[in-house]
């Protein structure tokens, strides 16, 4: 199979940043288990989890804190052994404040009892797999946290035949991904063979961006197949990554399901088998903490809950004064006001940086680069002036719900108009309109 061979089918738009990828290759380390944890309750897409402790009581590693409400939602598990402290609402990466279960780490590593080698889980049904993987907490690492065992329970009249791995970690300066593939390759494996036997898919293809060759190669020395593509962001992107690996188009407002396939992370491959094999719920984490204002950017395994300034400290400190602390990558990450504010199962990555975003807004010159980047097809140089004079029906008209927040058009927008903040903001008011 040639390399690069999906090059020719692609997806229109995109943009090339520069990959600043400093932490590439660095092996993973392992972070201090931390004095206190701070777990939010919602850290997933969908439903918070409902509080099943409360102060004072003691928990292991492993046990369960939060309760899944409803379908299209996860439990949460204490990340360290110890005692709760309170239940409160605390700085969150996404949502400002949340309701967290707040742990004081009793200095041991006590597991919870359940939490061993499950030696036939092979023998374990398509039912009983998906169960394990909910009641794990497993939910997508890329970043949406999408709970995992919804997105392995197509209804029937929408049968799979392809599974993506997305080993694409498109976003630049992040490299857990990569590093998770060249460290944990067989693991990731076993979780994808699991996945293709919940789903029935045919086919298994890993979609792996040509700057992590040495990972595509791994995975093609197991028999695999691998596509390597071009790197170009957002190529990790669930549309169009189907759309350069199998050249299907997800409709307008519909899910890959609708074109026969699911895309899950490397990441969430890997989480998901530990979850079958060992019982081992989603307590840590590999992400990257990178950028110009810390001083040893790393690869890390993070316990969930770890306040931000625990790793700042564990990856020695800040270089000078930070500007900005974003959760995520530079494209679609979240500049946070907290150095309280905890990681979470979605957070792939921290950077700390010296620089402050350039905030000098002109006006549209009518360019259309924002129109040529959009991965999409969308014109954001239009929406964002109906957001702007609050016409949302407008807004909805020109396909502001199709966005997905990408971030090419404010990378190339020539007046530095942060036109990703209008389409969010544009898309929140047509949803809350609609209800
Ligand atoms: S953020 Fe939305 S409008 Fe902007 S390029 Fe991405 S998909 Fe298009
Ligand atoms: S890139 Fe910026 S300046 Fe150019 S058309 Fe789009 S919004 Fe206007």
């Not at 099943?52 to 046990?63: A, E, M, P, S």
């Not at 299907?248 to 899910?255: I, K, T």
């Amino acid at each position: 199979m040639a390399i690069l061979d999906s090059m020719l089918k692609g997806f229109v738009g995109g943009v090339h940043p520069p990959e600043n990828k400093i932490t590439e290759h660095g092996g993973i380390e392992t972070a201090p288990i931390p004095k206190k944890v701070y777990i939010p309750f919602s850290q997933h897409t969908g439903k918070p989890a409902c509080p099943l402790v409360q102060k004072d009581d003691v928990v292991k590693i492993g046990t369960k804190i939060g309760e899944s409400e409803g379908y299209i939602s996860v439990p949460v598990h204490a990340s360290i052994s110890g005692k709760v402290t309170g239940l409160i609402s605390h700085p969150h990466p996404v949502l400002g404040c949340s309701l967290c279960c707040i742990i004081e780490s009793n200095g041991g590593e006590e597991w919870e009892q359940s939490i061993t080698e499950n030696a036939d889980y092979e023998t374990l049904s398509k039912e009983d797999l998906v169960n394990a993987i909910k009641e794990a907490g497993i939910v997508g690492l890329g970043g949406a946290a999408f709970p995992t065992h919804v997105k392995l329970s197509p209804p029937s009249d929408k049968p799979i035949d392809t599974l993506i791995v997305n080993g694409c970690e498109c976003e630049p300066m992040l490299t857990a991904d990569h590093q998770l593939m060249l460290e944990q390759a067989e693991d990731i494996i076993k979780g994808a063979r699991m996945f293709q036997k919940i789903l029935e898919a045919q086919h298994l293809i890993f979609g792996i961006e040509d700057n992590k060759k040495d990972a595509a190669k791994i995975f093609r020395r197991e028999g695999l197949e691998v596509r390597v593509l071009k790197t170009k962001y957002p190529q990790g992107a669930e549309k169009q990554l189907i759309k350069a690996i199998l050249d299907r188009e997800v409709p307008r407002g519909g899910l890959p399901m609708d074109v026969g396939c699911v895309v899950q992370n490397v990441g969430t491959c890997y989480a998901a088998f530990q979850a079958v094999a060992f019982n081992k719920p989603l307590i840590d984490r590999v992400m990257t903490v990178t950028g110009d204002g810390i001083k040893t950017p790393k690869n890390v395994l993070v316990r969930i809950g770890t306040p931000v300034i625990d790793l700042i400290q564990f990856c020695g400190g800040y270089t000078g004064k930070p500007k900005m602390i974003i959760f995520g990558g530079p494209m679609m990450g979240i500049a946070q006001y907290s150095e309280a504010v905890p990681v979470i199962k979605g957070t792939s990555g921290i950077i700390i940086s010296t620089q402050a975003w350039d905030t000098e807004e002109g006006p549209c010159v009518r360019c259309a680069h924002c129109v040529d980047v959009c991965p999409m097809g969308l014109m954001p140089c239009e929406i964002y002036k109906f957001v702007q004079n609050k016409n949302f029906d407008k807004a909805k008209e020109y396909g502001v719900l199709d966005c997905i927040e990408c971030g090419c058009c404010a990378y190339d927008c020539t007046a530095r108009i942060p036109l990703v903040h209008y389409l969010k903001y544009g898309k929140n008011e047509v949803w809350r309109l609609s209800k």
